[in-house]
Nanobody
């Protein structure tokens, strides 16, 4: 059984919006910091946004700051990535990831792929000019 499953990718024109969802195994969601990463062909996987277990702290890469919003909905064990004002350079496969932390780390977020324990299968986002 997959622990993280992403939804919501697709094709959109520049300037448009998409919302990605990632449903996380409930036993994992309740004690995990979460992140969204992306990987374009020929490029390394890079962090897009991250959110702490508590939900109080968030991080955005400079390339998406002001355009993307990460959030988590505890009742649905889901983390979202709202993507607005999309650009062709946002085209990539997007992955959600979970870092199973401890209570003492509940306000931390993580931005390196190696800091994450579980990954989704990815969802494609294509932005045309």
């Amino acid at each position: 059984q997959e622990k993280l499953v992403e939804y919501g990718g697709g094709q959109v024109q520049a300037g448009g919006s998409l919302r990605l969802s990632c449903v996380v195994d409930g036993r994992l969601f309740g004690s995990a910091a979460l992140g969204w990463f992306r990987q374009a062909p020929g490029k390394e996987r890079e962090v897009v946004a991250a959110i702490s277990w508590s939900g109080t702290n968030t991080y955005y890469s400079d390339s998406v700051k002001g355009r993307f919003t990460i959030s988590r909905e505890n009742a649905k064990s889901t983390v979202y990535l709202q993507m607005d004002s999309l650009k062709p350079e946002d085209t990539a496969t997007y992955y959600c990831a979970a870092n199973k932390g401890t209570y003492f780390m509940m306000n931390y977020y993580y931005i390196r792929p190696t800091e994450y324990d579980y990954w989704g299968q990815g969802t494609q986002v294509a932005v045309s000019s």
